[in-house]
Nanobody
Framework: QVQLVESGGGLVQPGGSLRLSCAASGSVYSITTMNYMGWYRQAPGKQRELVAIIIRDGSTTYADAVKGRFTISRDNAKNTVYLQMNSLKSEDTAVYYC???????????????WGQGTQVTVSS
């Protein structure tokens, strides 16, 4: 089993920056089965959407809306993934969630795990 805890959200002015963190904890086995870590967000009245994903091999994928502004990275020693958000816009206001898939038991199926979310508000 994996637990994900996000941090780093807050209030920032348009054009500003924030850095979100997501720390994974749990069984050593489950953590080793994580095939990716990613960030999703859900704005008021909107569906949850993909923001960025980093795959086990280090490759990354970004939503068109954040390309060139957001960067996803990881620290394997800390089992932590980061989302550096620059040039923030009002449209980036949302609850940001960390997500991964991992096996709870040996040779078991991969299951979705989500953090509790962290609020990002971009406003003047």
């Amino acid at each position: 089993q994996v637990q994900l805890v996000e941090s780093g959200g807050g209030l920032v002015q348009p054009g500003g920056s924030l850095r979100l963190s997501c720390a994974a904890s749990g069984s050593v086995y489950s953590i080793t089965t994580m095939n990716y870590m990613g960030w999703y967000r859900q704005a008021p009245g909107k569906q949850r959407e993909l923001v960025a994903i980093i795959i086990r091999d280090g490759s990354t994928t970004y939503a068109d809306a954040v390309k060139g502004r957001f960067t996803i990275s990881r620290d394997n020693a800390k089992n932590t993934v980061y989302l550096q958000m620059n040039s923030l816009k009002s449209e980036d206001t949302a609850v940001y969630y960390c997500n991964t898939k991992a096996a709870r038991v040996r040779n078991g199926p991969l299951r979705d795990y989500w953090g509790q979310g962290t609020q990002v508000t971009v406003s003047s």
